[in-house]
């Protein structure tokens, strides 16, 4: 059975009224008798309403996030691990997550609307941050508290968490300029979230620092998943300068681009190099596996968690960024170049024709064995 405060006021032999004070933290209760209570509580496990609480506080002890599952983003793997960061860390408040989806930006709008008008969830934590983000200006009109995974134009004005993923492509770009590589494709992820500009910039930062030679960077957007990869990578692979390395703002393109590699009867990592980012399980199993920059997602959700608990409790709490770095798993999608661009357009067509002909010869043998 539920243990009640009446229950700790039979225990301790003092009246109900002094065992909800002393909860409460009234300055009229002796702090030896709130000792007492606190004590008492934490042995028969007393837990108090969450629903009187609410009464008392105005508060829902409940925070919001809204996801659309229609975005190619929805079902990735690192979403349960956010959404356990964040569950884990506002649950020593004594919170919950309220987890909702909207079927289109507007609803998403809306949503957040009306879950704090209706006093549903106390603030927001909004993943995925985009330019001129119509989450942030709702919220903002309702003054309520909120925290971004990621980042935005007015970071001054808000409390946010992100991985620093302009240096992650800064790096993965020398690292391939390191390995000999002056042809480069960058496959930019959704052109309106701002993490796409942040990992772009990261590329062309990359080149910029690079001086000894000239580099030649294409740049594409929205190749957000493993068949966006394939079509463009196949595509760029038989153009007369195809790129010698990728740079992917996200891993589901960049085991596209794998894919495409192998497609060509080429080998990853030695005739073409790949880096990705975010660290999905799917990489580890790739052939060759991704190098790539993996992302603590449930660090992030925790993270998340406590800046907004700082923001919903703490009276003046100043908003706060936090910068982190992903760590670089080295597999063997990406090493020294083999070819320049002119020579692995050559052999790309000389295979071509190769296996063309091996094709060929195997049809008339076949033939010929049948006659």
Same mark, same amino acid.
């Not at 225990?11 to 606190?38: E, P």
């Not at 001054?156 to 620093?164: K, L």
């Given at each position: ?7 700790? %006021?039979? *225990? ?18 002796? $702090? ?17 309403? %969450? ?45 919950? &997550?309220?987890?909702?989806? $909207? ?20 603030? /927001? ?11 942030? #200006?709702? &919220? ?14 007015? =970071?001054?004005?808000?409390?946010? /968490? ?11 770009? $020398? ?5 000999? *590589?002056?042809?480069?494709? /960058? ?17 062309? &930062?990359?080149?910029?620092? /690079?001086?000894?030679?000239?580099? #030649? ?14 079509? +463009? ?15 992917? $703002?996200?891993?589901?393109?960049? =085991? ?18 790949? @880096?990705?980012?975010?660290? @999905? ?22 993270? +998340? ?7 919903? *409790? ?29 020579? &692995?357009?050559?052999? @790309? ?12 010869? *195997? ?9």
């Amino acid at each position: 059975m539920k243990v009640t405060i009446q229950d700790l %006021a039979d *225990h301790l032999g003092i009246s109900k009224g002094t065992v909800s004070r002393a909860l409460r933290g009234y300055a009229d209760v002796s $702090a030896s008798t709130v000792a007492r209570v606190q004590q008492a509580a934490k042995k028969l496990g007393y837990q108090p309403s %969450a629903v009187a609480q609410g009464i008392k506080t105005g508060l829902a002890r409940s925070v919001g996030l809204i996801l659309l599952p229609k975005s190619r983003a929805a079902s990735r793997p690192f979403l349960m691990q956010f959404i356990n960061g964040i569950s884990t860390s506002i649950a020593k408040q004594g919170y919950t &997550l309220t987890v909702a989806t $909207a079927q289109s930006d507007a609803e998403m709008v809306e949503l957040h609307r009306d879950l704090f008008v209706q006093r549903k969830v106390d603030g /927001f934590i909004l993943p995925r941050t985009m330019h001129d983000d119509p989450r942030i #200006q709702i &919220l903002d009109q309702l003054k309520a508290p909120l925290v971004l995974y990621g980042q935005t134009e007015n =970071l001054t004005q808000y409390s946010w /968490f992100d991985i620093n993923q302009v240096e992650c492509f800064r790096r993965a770009t $020398a690292r391939l300029l390191a390995f000999g *590589h002056r042809h480069l494709a /960058f496959l930019g992820g959704d052109a309106p979230l701002f993490y796409n500009s942040l990992r772009r910039k990261g590329v062309e &930062l990359g080149i910029q620092e /690079f001086e000894r030679e000239e580099v #030649q960077l294409q740049i594409f957007e929205n190749i957000t998943t493993v068949p966006d990869g394939l079509e +463009c990578t196949i595509r760029l692979l038989k153009s007369p300068q195809p790129p010698t390395g990728f740079l992917c $703002a996200l891993d589901l393109s960049a =085991l596209g681009v794998i894919r495409a590699i192998k497609q060509l009867e080429l080998i990853p990592g030695e005739h073409v190099s790949v @880096i990705g980012y975010e660290g @999905i399980p799917e990489g580890d199993f790739s052939e060759p596996g991704l190098t790539t920059f993996e992302v603590d997602q449930y660090e992030a959700g925790f993270q +998340c968690g406590v800046k907004l608990m700082q923001l919903i *409790h703490e009276k003046g709490a100043k908003v706060s960024g936090t910068l982190t770095m992903a760590v670089l798993l080295e597999r063997g999608s990406d090493g020294p170049v083999r070819f320049n661009s002119t020579e &692995l357009a050559t052999f @790309i067509r000389n295979r071509k024709r190769l296996l063309s002909s091996q094709e060929k010869l *195997h049809r008339m043998t076949e033939k010929s064995l049948r006659n």
